[in-house]
C-alpha cells in the first residue's frame, strides 16, 4: 500500500509524563496558524483492545494496521505530513513507514524529562489506583529511550519549559515552516 512516496513522519516520543500528547497538540495548533498541512495521531489510541489480538501479544500488528488505516485516509485527502506521539515510536520507524507507504522521511524527536517532572504530570493526571505503576514504568522507559534512541533523534528537554516553546523547538527540528 504505498500511499505517498513524499510523505514525512514526526515521531515524538517519550516516556509518560513528558508531554507528549500536549506537545503533539502545541505543534498541530503552531502549524495550523502558519497554514501548514499536517494530520495528527495520538498512538496511545491505535492498540487499546483487551485481550490482546491472537498472535500479536503487544499489539503491534493492530498499532500497524490502525496507523495505516487512518493514514490511508488522511493521504487519500492529500495530506503528507503525519504528527505521531507514542511512547516508543522512535524505535520503530520500520512500523511507521510500512503503515505509511513508500519511503516516508522520518524525523524522529524524543522529549525528556527529569524523574520528579514526570512524576509531577503523571501525579496531576494519574488520579486512580495506578500512579505508582505509572510512575515505574515512567522510569523505566525513560532508561530504555535513553539508551535504545537513534542517533539521529532530536532530544529536547521539557523541564520547567513552556510547552509553546517546546513545540517551536521540535517544529524547527521538522523544517516544515521557516521559522
Avoid: F
Avoid at 498512538?43 to 491472537?54: E, I, K, R, S, T
Avoid at 503491534?60 to 485516509?73: F, H, P, Q, S
Avoid at 524529562?113 to 514526570?118: L, P
Avoid at 532530544?155 to 524547527?172: C, L, M, N, Q, S
Wanted: proline share 4%; net charge neutral.
Amino acid at each position: 500500500m504505498n500511499h505517498d512516496l513524499h510523505a514525512e513522519a514526526l515521531l515524538i516520543a517519550g516516556r509518560s509524563g513528558v508531554g507528549k500528547t500536549t506537545v503533539g497538540w502545541e505543534i498541530s495548533a503552531q502549524l495550523q496558524a502558519a497554514g501548514v498541512a499536517h494530520c495528527l495521531i495520538e498512538g496511545d489510541n491505535l492498540d487499546q483492545a483487551h485481550p490482546a489480538p491472537p498472535g500479536d501479544p503487544a499489539r503491534t500488528k493492530l498499532t500497524e494496521a490502525n496507523l495505516a488505516a487512518l493514514w490511508g485516509n488522511y493521504a487519500g485527502l492529500g495530506h503528507r505530513r503525519l504528527i505521531y506521539t507514542n511512547t516508543v515510536s522512535i524505535l520503530e520507524p520500520d512500523l511507521i513507514a510500512r503503515a505509511l507507504g513508500g519511503t516516508p522521511r522520518i524525523i524522529s524527536v524524543l522529549l525528556t524529562a527529569e524523574d520528579a517532572t514526570a512524576r509531577h504530570r503523571l501525579g496531576a493526571r494519574e488520579i486512580g489506583s495506578q500512579l505508582d505503576a505509572h510512575v515505574h514504568r515512567s522510569a523505566t522507559m525513560a532508561a530504555r529511550l535513553d539508551t535504545a534512541a537513534p542517533a539521529d533523534a532530536v532530544r529536547v528537554a521539557t523541564d520547567g519549559r513552556p510547552v509553546r516553546e517546546i513545540a517551536r523547538e521540535v517544529i524547527r527540528a521538522t523544517g516544515w515552516t521557516s521559522s
